[in-house]
């Protein structure tokens, strides 16, 4: 350290300089009989790698099944909703059409929706019935390739109506199979209006993935629906779906001054929030309890710079007394502290990032090795692989948080050196 301070101390003394550099970088070695000091530092190293790499790669899984439920929940409910209001909505085929030709818009289905009961011969249970064309149901973006038995084939000529996979396996229930569906929204007579039950033979059975929509919906022919829920004519609401669903903003105002009838308009915004704010929380607070990791490596990186200082009490005394000013020690171990973070910061990212990349890839090689059943598809949505979705943005966030707690955990340690007595210090040595 004598021989370091005469070479540096002349001319080299700047702030944050060479010569504070290279006397940081050098209490992050371990000397002979002093390795107490560099193991804490390698122990913090290690707390703030593993620190960062479960930040990333949890909140890369998270991102992943946020993306794959929004594209599920939005797949099968379309992206925007157009309603009426005060008049029946007969003219839909021109709303649609009109609606089509707006940039942006890639599709809008008109649909007879309406709740009902649904029996077989054993069970009985509620389902939501959707009435479109065939040509709609089959472009649905959630139901193209999720059709499990039968065919979509002739679905407007056929009659039958198609179901979930849950819900079939409720009703005990297979492709040709009876189900009757009943309504209270029957025929009007003079006693009032009716219940209406009638029954449709299982065409097709779907699975999207998501129990509750697995368990709910029913689609049958557009015409049939019409006349089932006595809506001659009419339907109860058009769904549109849109290139960008993400920026749904610009194509609302467009929509609004497109279709002059009076309607309420919504979109996959408003009717999944509340969801989607559950998904937000729940990831705000697994980023939370995570980065208690990284504060615990901070504490460490307390608790060796002050270890450091006590050893190197001796080597900061001679600093001062040849010329070192206070500033200058107080930077030598801000700039130690914030090596330590920013070598574990560089290291998690480094291996986190491929990790969360390759993180199926990790899931199935488990699984093969050790016979595992990791994520399984039946208790997540029904999805095959581990979604990770790696957002660039969080990963800057995380890396800064990183080197924010490193730097502020260097400050009282720093501290203490910076104002040590040198008299004081080499009296007792």
């Known amino acids: 350290m004598i021989r370091l301070a005469k070479k540096f101390l002349r001319g080299a003394a700047a702030p944050f300089g060479v010569f504070e550099r290279m006397a940081a970088m050098r209490y992050l070695r371990a000397r002979r009989h002093r390795l107490l000091p560099s193991a804490i530092a390698g122990l913090s190293v290690t707390g703030v790698t593993v620190g960062v790499m479960a930040l990333i790669v949890v909140m890369s899984v998270m991102n992943g099944m946020r993306e794959e439920l929004a594209a599920k929940i ?65 472009g649905l973006p959630g139901m193209t390739g999720h059709i499990r038995q039968g065919t979509l084939d002739g679905f407007d000529l056929a009659g039958g109506v198609a179901i979930g996979q849950r819900m079939a396996e409720n009703l005990g229930v297979q492709v040709g199979d009876s189900v009757s569906l009943l309504t209270a929204r029957g025929a009007q007579t003079p006693f009032g209006v009716m219940p209406r039950m009638k029954t449709y033979r299982v065409q097709a059975i779907f699975q999207f993935g998501l129990s509750d929509f697995d368990q ?131 290291l998690g990212v480094s291996l986190g990032v491929p990790l969360a990349l390759h993180l199926d890839a990790v899931r199935q090689v488990l699984n093969r ?16 692989q581990l979604p990770t979705v790696v957002e660039p943005r969080e990963v800057a966030l995380v890396a800064c948080l990183t080197l924010g707690l490193s730097f502020a955990a260097t400050l009282y340690p720093a501290w203490r050196a910076a104002r040590l007595d040198p008299v004081e210090a080499l009296r007792h040595e």
């Open 74 to 138: 939005i797949g099968v409910n379309g992206h925007f909703f157009l309603q009426p209001i005060d008049t029946p909505m007969t003219d839909y085929k021109q709303v649609s059409a009109e609606l089509e030709k707006i940039p942006g818009v890639q599709r809008a289905i008109p649909m007879v929706e309406s709740a009902a009961g649904i029996s077989s011969p054993t069970q009985q249970t509620g389902a939501l019935v959707r009435g479109l064309s065939g040509d709609d149901l089959k």
């Open 216 to 346: 709910l919906f029913v689609y049958m022919p557009l015409a049939e629906a019409q006349a089932f829920f006595n809506k001659p004519g009419e339907v109860s609401v058009i769904e549109g779906y849109v290139a960008d669903p993400q920026h749904m903003d610009d194509l609302r105002m467009k929509i609004e001054t497109t279709v002059e009838r009076p309607n309420i308009l919504t979109d996959w915004r408003q009717r999944n929030k509340g969801f989607f704010d559950v998904l937000k929380v729940e990831s705000d607070a697994i980023f939370l309890i995570l980065s208690i990791i990284v504060a615990v490596a901070a504490l460490l990186i307390v608790q060796g710079l002050i270890l450091l200082v006590k050893d190197k009490t001796r080597d900061i005394a001679i600093l001062r007394t040849m010329g070192a000013t206070s500033g200058s020690v107080l930077r030598i171990f801000i700039m130690t502290g914030v090596a330590i973070g920013l070598i574990g910061a560089t």
């Open 369 to 384: 090795a050790f016979s595992l059943n990791l994520f399984p598809a039946q208790y997540y949505f029904g999805l095959s």
